[in-house]
Every structure is written in structure tokens, then in C-alpha cells.
């Protein structure tokens, strides 16, 4: 099976890891890593570099994102990132059986919605999902509904895509793919952790990830000042990582990064962890802030809490780590002392099926697209 993959920032790369190390390995597919999106910003930190730092080659980088992030900017990266998939869909169609997208990005819809004219099989990795705070909405949902072949992290997500694709044949509940790197990813030790990046996480660590809401787009500067407002308020060591190529996230960008500048002691802003560094570091630290899908679905799993922001990440399924509050200072600073009273957390993740990526295996050889020659 001859397999184009998408894949358009760091989120979604850490998700497909799994997947890509056991299709990478499998001689029954040929496997086409289409890189695109932010991971060729340098401004996002260049995350192509990533993907060839763990040793998977890329069959086409396309760029076509611009450096402004207005509404009408995003609309533009929109336009040519559909065009150049145009170009690149009618170069490869006949040498895809399918491809594989993930998500909710509105550069992914664009990639994807370049492939229907020429009738190129889809399988679409986490649909049903809602975030009610986020345009990005409205792309799974349509990138859900341009899929042949759907993924999900849960039966709730499951019984979604299924009203989305009229009682679709080719539903399959995996879980979350990216949990499989608990199991198959060393994570580094507090020593490691410092000599790598001169942080010590003996120290009480806050894990910071705030993205804007792109759905009231005009209040995300007052969020932000908010936000900033309850961590100068606090003493923990703050680790802030930074938010993604939506509208207003330059500005939240330029926000964080001006605290972390005046806090240079206990405010440490990254660009770009890897998997590897994230992972590490959500284990290491007291507790998780801010309003990243990352929060919801795998911090269960390191038994940390997640005080979540806003309504970005609104309509997710969470599991019961999960304590959401508004973005006001005053309900930040609240949320952050109620974490401290609680005993640590040892409940289950809703998102945990186990070994996701040898189900995804096991699922792609038997749909109809596998015996194409």
C-alpha cells in the first residue's frame, strides 16, 4: 500500500511517531511523509529538523504559510496551500492508495480538500472530536466529512463521526496514537533535564501551553494579560511553551516571551521540546496550565492535573484530572490552590485503549485499499 502522510506541525508529528516507526518497518507499505505548515517556520522552530533528526526520510516539503496571522493571512495560507497540493495531488494521485491526515488544522483541511477531485482514498485520525473555543471545529469536522476511513480516541467521538458521515462503515475506535510513546519513548531524568536545557526541576514547575481562541479572536490579548497577570503572582518555576500559528498567536507570543525576558530566574520559554522533551517534562513538573490538547488527553496518563483555560479546548471529553476555570486571573489564581489540596492523581485516561499503533496496522491491512496493487 503506497501511503501519502501529512503531517503540518510538531502536535501532530508527536502524534503519528508511533505509527511512522511501525510503517516505516512494515515492507507491505510504501510510505510518502508530506511535509508542511509550521514545520517549516523558522519562527516555530523549523520541526522538519525533527522529523530527520529521527531518521525518516521526506518524500516533498511544501511551503505556504505567510508571516502574519490575521484572519485575512490565514485565509491566504489556506488559498496556497491548496493550490500547491493541487499541483502536488495531481503529480502523485496515481501513485497514493491513500492518504493519512490528522486533525483539526486548517492547513490539514487545505491539503486535504486539494485530494477530492481526484478521488484519492482519506483516512482521518481523530475526528469527532469538539472544541468549542477553536475554528478548528468546523475543519475536523469537515476534513471528517471529505474522509473515507475514520480513527477516534473514544465511543463518544466514535457515535460523531458517525452522524458526521451518514452511519459511516469505517469507523474504528484505536484511542489515543500518541500514548503509545509513554511506552515506547525513555523519557530523561531530572539531571538529564537540566544539563539539557539548564533547567532545574527540583524547583515546583508549572508546565504553561496557551494557544489562542480563535472563535473570539479580539479578546485573546485581554486573556493573555490575564494569564500573565496570575503567573507574576505566583513562585513556581513556570515553563511556557510557545502557542501555535492561529490568529492572535503571534501576539500571546510576544506577551510570553516579554514575561519569561522580566522573569529570567523562573520563567523559561521554549520553542520546541520534541516529543521527547515535552513528555519528559510534563512528568517532571507539579501540574499542567493553559489550554492545550495535550492537556486533555495525556496528562491523565503521568498522573498530573491540568487546569484548563478557557473555552479552547470546551466539548472535549476529559478525564477527571482535568479542572477547568475561566481566564481571569482572580479564577487562575483560585484553580492553582485547589490543585494544591488535592491528593496526587491515579485515575484512569479515557483515552487509553494500549498499543493503538499495532491497531491502526492491523486495521489499514484490511480495508479495501490494502490489495490495491
Given at each position: 500500500m503506497k501511503i501519502s502522510l501529512?503531517?503540518?506541525?510538531?502536535?501532530?508529528y508527536g502524534i503519528y511517531l508511533p505509527l511512522l516507526k511501525k510503517l516505516s518497518k512494515n515492507k507491505q507499505y510504501k510510505l510518502q511523509i508530506i511535509a508542511f505548515g509550521t514545520h517549516l517556520s523558522p519562527f516555530?522552530?523549523?520541526?522538519?529538523?525533527?522529523?530527520?533528526?529521527?531518521?525518516?526520510?521526506i518524500a516533498h516539503s511544501i511551503e505556504s504559510m505567510v508571516a502574519a496571522d490575521s484572519a485575512e493571512a490565514i485565509a491566504t495560507a489556506m488559498a496556497l496551500t491548496t493550490m500547491k497540493f493541487s499541483s502536488l495531488w495531481a503529480l502523485l494521485h496515481k501513485k497514493t492508495d491513500l492518504i493519512i491526515c490528522l486533525g483539526d488544522r486548517y492547513e490539514m483541511f487545505a491539503a486535504v480538500s486539494a485530494s477530492?477531485?481526484?478521488?484519492?482514498?482519506?483516512?482521518?485520525?481523530?475526528?469527532?472530536?469538539?472544541?468549542?473555543?477553536?475554528?478548528?471545529?468546523?475543519?475536523?469536522?469537515?476534513?471528517?466529512?471529505?474522509a473515507t476511513y475514520h480513527f477516534v480516541a473514544t465511543a463518544q467521538y466514535a457515535q460523531t463521526v458517525a452522524a458526521l458521515t451518514n452511519n459511516s462503515p469505517f469507523i474504528y475506535n484505536v484511542g489515543a496514537l500518541s500514548l503509545d510513546n509513554?511506552?515506547?519513548?525513555a523519557l530523561i531524568n531530572m539531571e538529564e533535564f537540566k544539563s539539557t536545557y539548564n533547567i532545574d526541576m527540583k524547583n515546583k514547575t508549572m508546565l504553561v501551553t496557551f494557544h489562542p481562541e480563535t472563535v473570539s479572536a479580539e479578546l485573546n490579548y485581554m486573556y493573555v494579560k490575564e494569564l500573565i497577570s496570575a503567573l507574576s503572582k505566583i513562585s513556581y518555576q513556570i515553563i511556557i511553551t510557545m502557542p501555535n500559528a492561529d490568529t492572535m498567536?503571534?501576539?500571546i507570543r510576544t506577551e510570553l516571551l516579554l514575561f519569561a525576558k522580566q522573569n529570567p530566574n523562573r520563567v523559561f520559554a521554549i520553542e520546541n521540546f520534541g516529543t521527547q522533551g515535552y513528555f519528559s517534562c510534563m512528568a517532571l513538573c507539579s501540574f499542567l496550565l493553559g489550554n492545550t490538547s495535550s492537556g486533555i488527553i495525556e496528562a491523565a496518563s503521568f498522573g498530573k492535573y491540568v487546569i484548563n483555560l478557557g473555552n479552547r479546548q470546551k466539548g472535549r471529553a476529559c478525564s477527571n484530572n482535568v479542572l477547568h476555570t475561566p481566564i481571569k486571573c482572580k479564577n487562575i489564581l483560585a484553580a492553582i490552590k485547589q490543585v494544591e489540596k488535592l491528593p496526587p492523581y491515579s485515575g484512569d485516561n479515557i483515552y487509553y485503549k494500549g498499543n493503538a499503533s499495532q491497531k491502526i496496522i492491523d486495521i489499514l491491512q484490511s480495508l479495501p485499499v490494502a490489495a490495491t496493487p
Amino acid at each position: 500500500m503506497k501511503i501519502s502522510l501529512l503531517t503540518s506541525s510538531r502536535a501532530d508529528y508527536g502524534i503519528y511517531l508511533p505509527l511512522l516507526k511501525k510503517l516505516s518497518k512494515n515492507k507491505q507499505y510504501k510510505l510518502q511523509i508530506i511535509a508542511f505548515g509550521t514545520h517549516l517556520s523558522p519562527f516555530h522552530g523549523l520541526t522538519i529538523k525533527n522529523i530527520l533528526s529521527d531518521g525518516f526520510k521526506i518524500a516533498h516539503s511544501i511551503e505556504s504559510m505567510v508571516a502574519a496571522d490575521s484572519a485575512e493571512a490565514i485565509a491566504t495560507a489556506m488559498a496556497l496551500t491548496t493550490m500547491k497540493f493541487s499541483s502536488l495531488w495531481a503529480l502523485l494521485h496515481k501513485k497514493t492508495d491513500l492518504i493519512i491526515c490528522l486533525g483539526d488544522r486548517y492547513e490539514m483541511f487545505a491539503a486535504v480538500s486539494a485530494s477530492i477531485p481526484f478521488n484519492i482514498p482519506v483516512a482521518h485520525f481523530y475526528g469527532g472530536e469538539t472544541t468549542l473555543g477553536a475554528i478548528d471545529n468546523k475543519f475536523r469536522h469537515a476534513i471528517t466529512q471529505m474522509a473515507t476511513y475514520h480513527f477516534v480516541a473514544t465511543a463518544q467521538y466514535a457515535q460523531t463521526v458517525a452522524a458526521l458521515t451518514n452511519n459511516s462503515p469505517f469507523i474504528y475506535n484505536v484511542g489515543a496514537l500518541s500514548l503509545d510513546n509513554l511506552e515506547n519513548i525513555a523519557l530523561i531524568n531530572m539531571e538529564e533535564f537540566k544539563s539539557t536545557y539548564n533547567i532545574d526541576m527540583k524547583n515546583k514547575t508549572m508546565l504553561v501551553t496557551f494557544h489562542p481562541e480563535t472563535v473570539s479572536a479580539e479578546l485573546n490579548y485581554m486573556y493573555v494579560k490575564e494569564l500573565i497577570s496570575a503567573l507574576s503572582k505566583i513562585s513556581y518555576q513556570i515553563i511556557i511553551t510557545m502557542p501555535n500559528a492561529d490568529t492572535m498567536g503571534s501576539r500571546i507570543r510576544t506577551e510570553l516571551l516579554l514575561f519569561a525576558k522580566q522573569n529570567p530566574n523562573r520563567v523559561f520559554a521554549i520553542e520546541n521540546f520534541g516529543t521527547q522533551g515535552y513528555f519528559s517534562c510534563m512528568a517532571l513538573c507539579s501540574f499542567l496550565l493553559g489550554n492545550t490538547s495535550s492537556g486533555i488527553i495525556e496528562a491523565a496518563s503521568f498522573g498530573k492535573y491540568v487546569i484548563n483555560l478557557g473555552n479552547r479546548q470546551k466539548g472535549r471529553a476529559c478525564s477527571n484530572n482535568v479542572l477547568h476555570t475561566p481566564i481571569k486571573c482572580k479564577n487562575i489564581l483560585a484553580a492553582i490552590k485547589q490543585v494544591e489540596k488535592l491528593p496526587p492523581y491515579s485515575g484512569d485516561n479515557i483515552y487509553y485503549k494500549g498499543n493503538a499503533s499495532q491497531k491502526i496496522i492491523d486495521i489499514l491491512q484490511s480495508l479495501p485499499v490494502a490489495a490495491t496493487p
